[in-house]
């Protein structure tokens, strides 16, 4: 038709007369009838009520008119095709299998049984689109907020430990209060997210609580300013006034390369934990029993020092190698994670051998999920030391970070783990389509 119209403003003539097909009047919007008297005689007999239209004056803008019209058109049908399709807010969290552990050793005496979840949610304000380039919309906040309380509710914990928890006040606090928990929640000034233990309101009763700030605790000196911390809080049951629970709740520095600053931190969480859990002895004349629970975000592989020395008392050679290379300040290359403003300090720290001596055989702890490998006899499934292979999966770090400690000889039973999810629904990286944050919850059920 463009085509047509070009050839009628060079040539609006053909052998002495105008073409007798008329021309479209949706080109010539502002065509009246009155143009009909100026036509020639051999159009007004056969084309009475089609007036000739008038000539174009800008060929420019007639294209521009025509490619609006078809951009109109597109994005009418674009806005109807969404209409038809499912938003993200449909979403729904998988839901993950409970699997019994064997070989547990059977109490003499059950006092109870309690639900405990570890979870580290995803700071909101750590989100940036080139660390999770596959998420897509999931990273919107009302979606993944919507997708974490969802996966939280299916569970239905007795006590949570949450780390990178942020928007507390303006959503999570109200929102927790109406599932019917309490939450002791601190963040450290330097930081935009924090750390949170939730506890059924209707189930505990909160005895005492101790916050870590590893920047300043007197136990050994930072080898730089990180920001992390630790919580400890006493719980007694509402059911048996006997029976109590020290939760600690951290989440360990995180870059790859810090190994010396991390185990640091380890110890310092394991030696104000113990001081915590003894002083309630001390209060209570041993009236109760206390049942240890130490949670969170280790950011420590099973390899890492930090497992090691929790796990075994002791440390390998190239864990010892590896902690001495890491006491120096390195500043990283890759790509940032945290929102912190790490720095180095020119204070001196601790030697290995004087962090070693500090510890001096605390205690030694058993992790929850190193039952994995006894449930799931699928080896490329286990990672190492019978835990699972995946806490934590992006598209540069997928690894085990999370972990529930118990003290190894303390009495208590494992009836059973949260299995993880196949890797087929953690791909290409998480948040995904099936979990909002980018780590997995840990979740377990214990007598006691």
Known sequence: MLRQLVNYINHPQINGRYP?????????????????KTAPESMKSSQVTQPRPKIPINIDELRRLKQAKKEAKRKLNATANLNNKPLNLSLKVMERAFTSVPHQTSLKTVSGGIRVMTFNI???????????????????????????????????????????????????????????????????????????????????????????????????????????IAQILALKT????????????????????????????????????????????RIHQGDSKWVSLLLGDFNTTPDDPAYG???????????????NVSRTYRKPEEKEEED????????????????????????????????????????EEQGLFGEPKITNYTIYFKGILDYMFIEKDEALCIKQI?????????KPSLPNKNFGSDHLCLVADIEY
Not at 346 to 373: A, F, M, R
Request: charged share 25%; proline share 6%.
């Open 238 to 281: 509402t059911a048996n006034n006997s029976v109590g629970f020290v939760v600690g709740n951290t989440h360990l520095y995180w870059r790859p390369t810090s190994n010396y600053e991390r185990f640091r931190q380890t110890l310092i969480y394991l030696k104000r934990f113990l001081a915590f859990k003894s002083n309630l002895n």
């Open 418 to 426: 949260l299995m993880p999810p196949k890797e087929n629904d953690l």
């Open 20 to 36: 007798t097909r008329p021309l479209p009047l949706f080109l010539f919007p502002q065509q009246t009838m009155k143009d009909n």
């Open 309 to 323: 020395i929790l796990t075994t008392n002791k440390l390998t050679k190239e864990q010892i190698e590896d902690l």
């Open 122 to 228: 995803l700071a909101q304000s750590l989100i940036k689109r080139e660390l999770f380039p596959n998420s897509g919309d999931v990273l919107k906040w009302k979606t993944r907020r919507r997708m974490i309380i969802d996966e939280i509710k299916m569970y239905n914990p007795d006590v949570i430990s949450l780390q990178e928890l942020d928007n507390f006040e303006p959503y999570y606090q109200a929102v927790f209060n109406d599932m019917g928990y309490n939450v002791k929640y601190d963040c450290h000034p330097s930081k935009r997210h924090g750390c949170g233990i939730a506890y059924k309101k209707t189930k505990f009763v909160e005895m005492d609580y101790e916050l870590i700030d590893y920047n300043t605790d007197p136990t050994c000196p930072p080898s730089y300013l990180t920001g992390n």
């Open 340 to 379: 912190e403003n790490d720095s180095a300090l020119s204070i001196p720290v601790d030697t290995v051998d004087q962090l070693l001596e500090k510890y001096n055989h605390l205690q030694q702890w058993k992790s929850i999920y190193s039952c994995y490998g006894t449930v799931n006899p699928n080896k």
